[in-house]
C-alpha cells in the first residue's frame, strides 16, 4: 500500500464497515498503517466532506457524501429503473427476500432489494446492500461461479478468501472440494440453493443474469429467507419464478447504459 490514495481509499473501506464510527487507532491497527499517517489521512478526508469527528479528539465516522456519490452514480445508469419492478414482482411471488448483485471485476456486489415477507420472521439484511457477496457460501456467489471453469471459479474464491471473514453458518463449504462439489451440482440444477452456509439460521437460491447476446454472466438475482420457513422444496417452487425473473433482467439490461457496451461489442462481434 505505497500511495496517499491508494490508503486513503482503504481508510474508506474500512470505515465503511463501522457507520457507527471507530477510532483512529482502530483504524490504524487494522490497515497496520502508523497512526499519525492515518490521522492526517482523516484530517483531508475531513475537509473534503467525507468524514467528520463524532466528538472532540474521537471517533470519525463517515459522511452522507460517500454514500451519495454511489446513489447517484447507480441511479444514472439507470439499473434501479430497469431492475425493480422485476425485483419487486419476485418477492411479491415469494414472499421472500429478493435481491439483485452485479458483476464488477472479480466480485459481485449487491445493489438492488425487494421485500416480500410482511411479517413474522423475516431475513432484511439492509446494512448488505452495497457489500462485496462472499463468493464461496452465498448462494448468489455459488450461481456465479458455478458459471466459469473449475479453474476459474477456484481462483476467484480463494482471492477473496473461502472462509467469510464474519461467522459463516455450519455448512458453508471448508474446502475447495467441497466448493467443487457444490459448483457441479448448481450447474446440473440450473440454479443455487444452500440453507446455514452464508449465514446460519439463512437459507437462498440464486441463478445468473446473463447478457442476453453474449450470454456472458453479469450478476445474480437470489431469494432469501429464514431456513424455518423456506425450506427446500419451497425454494424449488420458487425455481420457475426464479429463472423467469433472470431472464428479464437480462433482457432488461440492454435499457441500461451501465450494460451498453457489452451489448455494442456483441453487436460488432457479430457483424
Same mark, same amino acid.
Not at 443474469?209 to 424455518?228: E, K, L, N, Y
Not at 425454494?235 to 451501465?258: D, F, K, P, V
Given at each position: 500500500m505505497s500511495s496517499a490514495l491508494a490508503k486513503a481509499l482503504s481508510v474508506l473501506?474500512? +470505515?465503511?464497515? /463501522?457507520?457507527? !464510527?471507530?477510532?483512529?487507532?482502530?483504524?490504524? *491497527?487494522?490497515?497496520?498503517?502508523?497512526?499519525? @499517517?492515518?490521522?492526517?489521512?482523516?484530517?483531508?478526508?475531513?475537509?473534503s466532506g467525507y468524514v467528520n469527528q463524532t466528538r472532540g479528539?474521537?471517533? $470519525?465516522?463517515?459522511? #452522507?457524501?460517500? =454514500? %451519495?456519490? !454511489?446513489? %447517484? $452514480?447507480?441511479?444514472?445508469? !439507470?439499473?434501479?429503473?430497469? %431492475?425493480q419492478p422485476i425485483l419487486d414482482a419476485l418477492a411479491q411471488e415469494s414472499r421472500e427476500l429478493v435481491r439483485l448483485a452485479l458483476a464488477d471485476g472479480d466480485t459481485l456486489v449487491w445493489v438492488g432489494v425487494a421485500q416480500g415477507a410482511s411479517g413474522g420472521l423475516r431475513y432484511d439484511p439492509g446494512s448488505e446492500q452495497g457489500q462485496v457477496v462472499h463468493l464461496a457460501s452465498s448462494a448468489g456467489g455459488q450461481a456465479w461461479l458455478a458459471a466459469m471453469s473449475d479453474d476459474?471459479? #477456484?481462483?476467484?474464491?480463494?482471492? *477473496? !478468501?473461502?472462509?467469510?471473514? *464474519?461467522t459463516p453458518g455450519d455448512t458453508a463449504p471448508g474446502s475447495v472440494a467441497d466448493l467443487l462439489a457444490i459448483l457441479n451440482t448448481v450447474r446440473q440444477r440450473g440454479y443455487s440453493l444452500n440453507a446455514n452456509s452464508f449465514l446460519q439460521g439463512m437459507a437462498a437460491m440464486a441463478t445468473v443474469?446473463?447478457?442476453?447476446?453474449?450470454? +456472458?454472466?453479469? @450478476?445474480?438475482?437470489?431469494? =432469501?429467507?429464514?431456513?424455518?420457513?423456506?425450506?427446500?422444496d419451497? +425454494?424449488?417452487? &420458487?425455481?420457475?419464478?426464479?429463472?423467469?425473473?433472470? *431472464? =428479464?433482467?437480462?433482457?432488461?439490461?440492454?435499457?441500461?447504459?451501465?450494460?451498453?457496451? /457489452? &451489448?455494442v461489442a456483441a453487436t460488432r462481434n457479430i457483424a
Open positions: 473501506e474500512y +470505515m465503511v464497515q /463501522h457507520p457507527l !464510527g471507530c477510532p483512529v487507532s482502530d483504524i490504524a *491497527q487494522a490497515l497496520d498503517l502508523p497512526v499519525s @499517517g492515518v490521522h492526517r489521512l482523516l484530517k483531508e478526508l475531513e475537509k479528539m474521537g471517533d $470519525y465516522q463517515l459522511t #452522507i457524501k460517500l =454514500a %451519495s456519490l !454511489g446513489l %447517484s $452514480y447507480l441511479g444514472q445508469t !439507470g439499473i434501479p429503473n430497469i %431492475s476459474e471459479a #477456484i481462483a476467484l474464491a480463494l482471492k *477473496q !478468501g473461502l472462509l467469510k471473514p *464474519q443474469v446473463r447478457d442476453p447476446d453474449t450470454r +456472458m454472466p453479469i @450478476g445474480t438475482v437470489s431469494i =432469501a429467507g429464514p431456513a424455518a420457513r423456506l425450506t427446500p419451497l +425454494m424449488e417452487s &420458487h425455481a420457475e419464478a426464479l429463472l423467469a425473473a433472470a *431472464q =428479464a433482467l437480462g433482457e432488461a439490461s440492454r435499457a441500461s447504459g451501465y450494460f451498453s457496451r /457489452h &451489448h
